[in-house]
């Protein structure tokens, strides 16, 4: 973390009393992956003393919810405020509290209540009641504001051990540290923003004008997968980062038909 986030995050700590004794300030980015029993007031903060919740806890790191319809309604209902502001507020009878909350939200679920829907090899015993109302659980709002959706199969014996070797972290993590520095860059004057994510609808217009090609193409999408224009401005903003990555000054086809494939499922 930059220092500013250092301090904003061991502050949040030092309020719930977590900061280690031995560690005044917190310095890697926190990872948060609380228990779907969670109350609502455990996730987004609460109490006759407002406290800050865990998607406090996880500002400025990882807030990950695994089984995510697993999690009560409820209390995945009050992760759309924090997630669209960057803060919540947290109102008592004679005091209002505010705390920062800006994460990247990662979210894992099975297709359907016994894991096997959609499985090559084992079969689904769910009913389609069952699924339905599995996957009814998470919200479509909820789920619009995740970007990158991605389905992943079992791992047939024979892969788990075929020797092969995939990217180690520091090379990917490398990867991820340039293209954070072109986004540092660019977003240098605003001092306000510094990352992809952050832009607002102008800076959307500004950094990620689109050739006549793949205008064509996100219009189609919108109109075919039905995207909110949430779902429309979240797309650029990842084909922007996919460019980045691509170290590509101007958005390419190549980078909108990669994002709008991330967003198949939502
Ligand atoms: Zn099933």
């Known amino acids: ?27 890697s980015r926190p990872f948060r992956a609380p228990h779907h029993t969670i ?3 455990g996730l987004i903060g609460g109490g006759t003393i407002p406290r800050p919740g865990e998607v406090s806890m996880a500002h400025n790191g990882v807030l990950f919810l695994d ?15 924090p997630l669209e502001a960057g803060d919540v507020t947290i109102t008592r009878a004679n005091q209002s509290m505010n705390f ?3 994460f990247i939200l990662v979210v894992a679920s099975n297709p359907c209540p016994c894991g096997y829907y959609g499985d090559k090899v084992r079969e689904c015993n769910c009913t389609p009641a069952q699924i339905q109302r599995y996957s009814s659980k998470v919200s479509g709002p909820l789920l619009d504001r995740i970007d990158l959706h991605l389905e992943v199969g079992a791992v047939a014996f024979k892969d788990m051990n075929d020797g092969r070797k995939g990217e180690s972290s520091k090379v990917i993590k490398n990867r991820v540290d340039k293209s954070r520095k072109i986004q540092e860059n660019r977003y240098k004057m605003s001092k306000r923003i510094f990352c992809n994510a952050q832009m607002t609808t102008a800076e959307i217009d500004t950094y990620c004008a689109l050739d006549p090609a793949s205008l064509r193409l996100l219009e189609k999408s919108v109109e075919k997968l039905g995207l ?21 000054e101007n958005l390419a086809l190549s980078h909108v038909a990669e994002a709008v494939q991330y967003r198949r499922n939502g």
């Open 228 to 248: 909110s224009a949430r779902a429309y401005h979240r797309i650029l903003k990842i084909a922007r980062t996919i460019a980045d990555m691509d170290n590509k």
């Open 39 to 41: 109350t609502d007031a």
């Open 67 to 81: 089984e995510l319809p697993e999690f009560k309604k409820h209390v995945l209902e009050v992760l759309r405020q």
């Open 1 to 27: 973390m930059s220092f500013d986030e250092a301090l904003e995050t061991s502050k949040i700590y030092s309020i719930v009393g977590k900061l280690p004794a031995k560690t005044p300030l917190i310095s």
């Open 100 to 102: 920062p909350s800006r």
